[in-house]
């Protein structure tokens, strides 16, 4: 059997997806680096016609029809069906895209044959009889270059990292029927398929983002950046919305609130809020007619200066308007 292995996704209509071609690029480029072979492995219903685009970044094939991948979650059905091609004790890696199917069926074939997993990966290179794999972390700020224990393991390749390159001559596809019996994950049906529209290309594999906020002036002013995404092959995205929305919970919840919003209007500069305090002043002649039992950290005097416990208890004392008497 083949060291490397590509898994090639299907898309809804049935042909490969992009991110696929990427990582069997790289997978071949790794193969010819350490004299390894490579294949790769769709499973579908219909297979046949992203096995055979795959064939043209690979030299073999093979495509596995399984009917169920039809009406039910194509990444378990995948898994499952994948984990019985590959020899347990063999020298075997396998290479996925880092996209929601491939991130799921890296996920579910690692919990079935034990196999590590490397994620996000960037590149990979051949040394010392595996691949070394160099990965972006914490949001891009460092970069880790990791290997895998064992001899095998599981690598996703993030999208657009790799430049896709067929290969120079068109390799083989061979059919090959199901086997392991029937599927031992439970039977989940899928209800419904909804494909996205107005968006050349899946934002996490998109080449150029076509971002909108609010100087667009709403769903209408938004098209026009929708066009344009779909003109250059791209995808749009916008955080505002999200922001607004954000925005909109936060100031419905201290117009509802007179307490909060008047300790915090009550706030001088150069006083410092305690972590826990209680209400200020102000929410004091509205919420308590009695001073808290318990003492407080201190408040905030007009002229922007810190006051003491004691202090404020005796401005109580001396019955100032707002502040209740000592006798009570």
């Known amino acids: 059997m083949a060291g490397l292995w590509v898994l090639g996704e299907v898309t809804a209509d049935g042909t490969l997806a992009r991110i696929s071609t990427e990582v069997a690029t790289l997978a071949r480029t790794l193969a010819e680096a350490s004299g390894q072979e490579v294949a790769g492995v769709v499973v579908a219903a219909d297979p046949t016609a992203a096995a055979t685009e795959l ?16 009406d039910r979650p194509w990444s378990m059905v995948a898994a499952e069906r994948i984990a019985g091609l590959l020899e347990p004790d063999t ?9 929601p199917d491939g991130r799921d069926v890296a996920g579910a074939l690692s919990a079935t044959l034990g196999w590590g997993v490397l994620a996000n990966a960037l590149g990979a290179t051949w040394v010392d009889g595996g691949p070394v794999v160099e990965m972006s972390v914490f949001g891009g700020k460092l970069t880790t270059t990791s290997r895998f224990t064992g001899p095998t393991g599981i690598v996703t390749v993030r999208p657009n990292v790799v430049t896709a390159a067929p290969s120079k001559a068109a390799g083989s596809v061979e059919v090959v029927q199901a086997g392991g019996g029937d599927l031992r994950q439970p039977a989940v049906r899928v209800a419904e398929r909804v494909v996205e529209a107005g968006t050349a290309a899946p934002i996490e594999e998109a080449k150029v983002i076509v971002a909108g906020g609010r100087g667009v002036g709403g ?5 026009l950046v929708e066009q344009i995404a779909e003109a250059l092959g ?5 955080r505002t919305a999200s922001r607004s929305a954000r925005r909109a919970r936060s100031s419905s919840r201290s117009s509802t ?33 009695t001073l808290p039992t318990s003492s407080s950290s201190g408040t905030c005097s007009r002229s922007g200066r810190r006051s003491s416990p004691s202090s404020a208890l005796g401005r109580a004392e001396t019955g100032q308007p707002g502040w209740p008497s000592s006798s009570s």
């Open 55 to 70: 064939a043209t970044y690979l030299p073999r094939v093979l495509a596995v029809s399984e009917p169920a991948a039809a």
């Open 234 to 238: 791209g995808a749009a995205g916008s």
């Open 91 to 99: 020298k075997e890696f396998m290479f996925v895209g880092a996209g």
């Open 219 to 223: 769903p209408d002013g938004f098209r």
């Open 257 to 289: 609130s007179p307490s909060a919003s008047v300790a915090r209007s009550s706030t001088r500069s150069g006083c410092r809020r305690p972590r826990r305090s209680w209400p200020s002043t102000a929410t004091r002649m509205l919420r308590s007619p």
